[in-house]
């Protein structure tokens, strides 16, 4: 029997087959589609089966190339924890992730703790993408999303990164013009402020814990909640935002609180990654700088 020599051919598979994809591939690995491919090859000339059948989509296991992918996968992942765990941390954290973010959580406080972790970790290659819509990880190729709000059951590894708490917010020229909002079911009465005018309902408590929902009337719809703090200074409506994002504007007074006896439920934010991408350390500890970033 002939000795197996090309594991580093195998560890370039089982990274496309994790990926999906050649592109994908070589976005995680930043190895060249062609160097893929030609390695890919040599490896199926070596074992003398086909392992991958190319589409438009993608790449596509065979019979051979799934059960090479099974029985080889986590034997790799092992040997890489296996290295990393007697390299020095800067050391072990190094390659590339790619990111998808939500666009103002990134601006305000992801993107400058991605910053700092790359100046101390400065093997490590971001490549950082600014979305709303939900990005698929496996299909587009990324290592962890952020999302916000509740999430789907899914296949995939979970931690939330922080719970913020949200006010109810207006101007004090609109709250002025508007004496008849007493109550959240006023709300659906007067201009309100959201990341969308459809499917917008707000969750409010009271002192004793009593919930009501309540579904606004939207006047003004921007997708950055920036966009809608400006919108609140400039009296087009009451707003539901984070606390972080306003303290500036209520402590100035250019914001105040609207029905200060309702809480709207806090926003969850939450990190999102496949559970047997080779990357798990690096994704690890970017989501745990997430973490501190919010303590």
Same mark, same amino acid.
């Given at each position: 029997?002939? =000795?197996?020599?090309?594991?580093?051919?195998?560890?370039? %598979?089982i990274r496309v087959a994790?990926?999906?994809? @050649?592109a994908?591939? +070589?976005?995680a =690995?930043?190895i060249?589609?062609?160097?893929?491919?030609?390695?890919l =090859?040599?490896?199926?000339?070596?074992?003398?089966?086909? &392992?991958?059948?190319?589409?438009?989509?993608?790449?596509?296991?065979?019979?051979?190339?799934?059960?090479?992918?099974?029985?080889?996968r986590?034997a790799?992942?092992?040997? $890489?924890?296996?290295?990393?765990? /007697?390299?020095? $941390?800067?050391v072990?954290?190094?390659?590339?992730?790619?990111?998808? &973010?939500p666009?103002?959580m990134a601006? $305000?406080?992801?993107?400058?703790?991605? !910053?700092?972790? *790359?100046?101390n970790?400065?093997?490590v290659?971001?490549?950082?993408? @600014?979305a709303?819509r939900?990005?698929?990880?496996v299909?587009?190729?990324?290592?962890? /999303?952020?999302?916000?709000?509740s999430?789907?059951?899914?296949?995939?590894?979970?931690?939330?990164i922080?719970?913020?708490p949200?006010? &109810?917010?207006?101007?004090?020229?609109?709250l002025?013009?508007?004496?008849? !909002? *007493?109550?959240p079911?006023?709300?659906?009465?007067?201009p309100?402020?959201a !990341?969308?005018?459809d499917?917008?309902? #707000?969750?409010?408590?009271?002192?004793?814990g009593?919930?009501?929902?309540v =579904?606004?009337?939207?006047? %003004?719809?921007a997708?950055?909640?920036?966009?809608?703090?400006?919108?609140?200074?400039?009296?087009?409506?009451i707003?539901?935002l984070?606390?972080?994002?306003? +303290?500036?504007?209520?402590?100035?007074?250019?914001?105040?609180?609207?029905?200060?006896e309702?809480?709207?439920?806090?926003v $969850?934010?939450t990190?999102? #990654?496949? *559970?047997?991408?080779?990357?798990?350390? &690096?994704?690890?500890a !970017?989501?745990?700088t997430?973490?501190?970033?919010? +303590?």
């Amino acid at each position: 029997m002939k =000795t197996f020599v090309d594991f580093d051919g195998l560890a370039l %598979f089982i990274r496309v087959a994790q990926a999906g994809g @050649l592109a994908a591939a +070589e976005r995680a =690995t930043g190895i060249s589609k062609a160097t893929l491919s030609r390695r890919l =090859t040599a490896l199926e000339d070596t074992l003398n089966v086909r &392992l991958v059948r190319r589409t438009k989509k993608g790449i596509v296991l065979t019979e051979h190339g799934q059960q090479l992918y099974d029985r080889s996968r986590d034997a790799f992942l092992l040997a $890489e924890e296996a290295v990393a765990g /007697v390299q020095d $941390e800067k050391v072990a954290l190094s390659g590339t992730v790619r990111l998808s &973010l939500p666009p103002d959580m990134a601006t $305000e406080v992801l993107a400058p703790a991605l !910053i700092k972790f *790359k100046a101390n970790y400065p093997d490590v290659v971001i490549d950082m993408t @600014l979305a709303d819509r939900r990005v698929s990880l496996v299909e587009e190729g990324y290592d962890l /999303v952020v999302r916000m709000g509740s999430l789907a059951d899914s296949g995939l590894i979970s931690k939330k990164i922080a719970s913020l708490p949200r006010t &109810l917010v207006a101007s004090p020229t609109f709250l002025e013009a508007h004496p008849e !909002i *007493k109550g959240p079911q006023d709300l659906r009465n007067v201009p309100a402020l959201a !990341i969308r005018r459809d499917l917008v309902e #707000w969750d409010l408590r009271d002192r004793d814990g009593v919930v009501t929902n309540v =579904t606004p009337k939207i006047g %003004f719809a921007a997708n950055r909640q920036t966009i809608l703090i400006d919108a609140a200074v400039a009296g087009l409506g009451i707003a539901n935002l984070p606390n972080f994002m306003i +303290e500036q504007h209520l402590a100035s007074g250019k914001l105040v609180q609207a029905l200060p006896e309702w809480v709207p439920s806090p926003v $969850e934010m939450t990190a999102l #990654w496949q *559970k047997d991408r080779i990357t798990a350390r &690096l994704v690890k500890a !970017i989501v745990a700088t997430f973490v501190e970033a919010f +303590e």
